[in-house]
């Protein structure tokens, strides 16, 4: 299915920025950042799923700090309520005041989401979905832009509630930090082992320009050739006997959104193929179920989204 690349890329000169701005944080992840960038321009969020002690929260912080947004942390736990995620009224002087959640800020770290309950993922989702809760019969509008860096330990199944397919369609992209490589292990041995805290970047956007920039990848082209590569691969996780469930019709507009925002930050006004081939894992592979023939094989849903988009294996 893969196409010869039609565009050499560049870079938008803000956005680039930002990247190399946490990139000298968050060593050895400059393509994470500029995904976790593309979520944020196509409106989407992002689930970061890894091992304790790669980078998460240090990632979801540097990129708040250098993009110039409030950031704030909610540590989910068995015991958090959906009022601690989104807020309560409670009375006071003899009326009914709201008390914004931790989700009224512009990024929010949501961390360990599959620690929640049910109840409480589903308060989170909604918002997310929404940008807006309701509180009580009040609706109360999210934030703009209002963007979700969730976070879960793959190894650790004690207390946890794994977040449902419908659910886990919610997040434009499931990311992979993955361990650094021996030489950028020891850049950061040589740049934080003897701090006891991590400077994060200067700001180098802020809300209103952030806004602007969003509003611009909308008029980012993406022609016929390109919509129906999309589509085909869309509809190849579909036809595929090794999965139960393939990509819905949300996932190919969220696709749409993310090509747009991905040209958008290689300093293009249109997209190519490569745009296409680049997301798929990252935006298919939590959105398809595999077959319980072809998991208890060892099939990974990554595997599968690569050949199907024609991309190499790992």
Known sequence: ??????????????????????????????????????????????????????????????????????????????????????????????????HPGPIFTHVLMADEINRATPKAQAALLEAMEERRVTVDGETYALPQPFFVLATQNPIEYEGTYPLPEAQLDRFLFRLFLGYPHPEEEERLLLQYGSRAEVPLPEPHLDRERLLQLMAAREEVRVDEAVRRLLLELVARTRRDPRLRLGASPRASIAYFRAVQARAFVRGRTYAVPEDVFALAVPLLAHRVVVEPEAAYDGVRPEAIIRELAGLPSR
């Open 1 to 98: 299915m893969r196409q010869d690349r039609q565009a050499v890329d560049g870079r938008h000169p803000e956005l680039g920025a930002v990247i190399d701005a946490v990139s000298e944080v968050v060593i050895g992840k400059a393509d994470r950042v500029e995904l976790v960038l593309v979520a944020l321009l196509a409106g989407g969020h992002v689930l970061l799923e890894d091992v304790p002690g790669v980078g998460k929260t240090l990632l979801v912080r540097a990129v708040a700090s250098a993009l110039g947004l409030p950031f704030r942390r909610l540590q989910f736990t068995p015991d958090v309520l959906p009022g601690d995620v989104l807020g309560t009224t409670v009375p006071e002087e003899g009326r009914f005041r709201f």
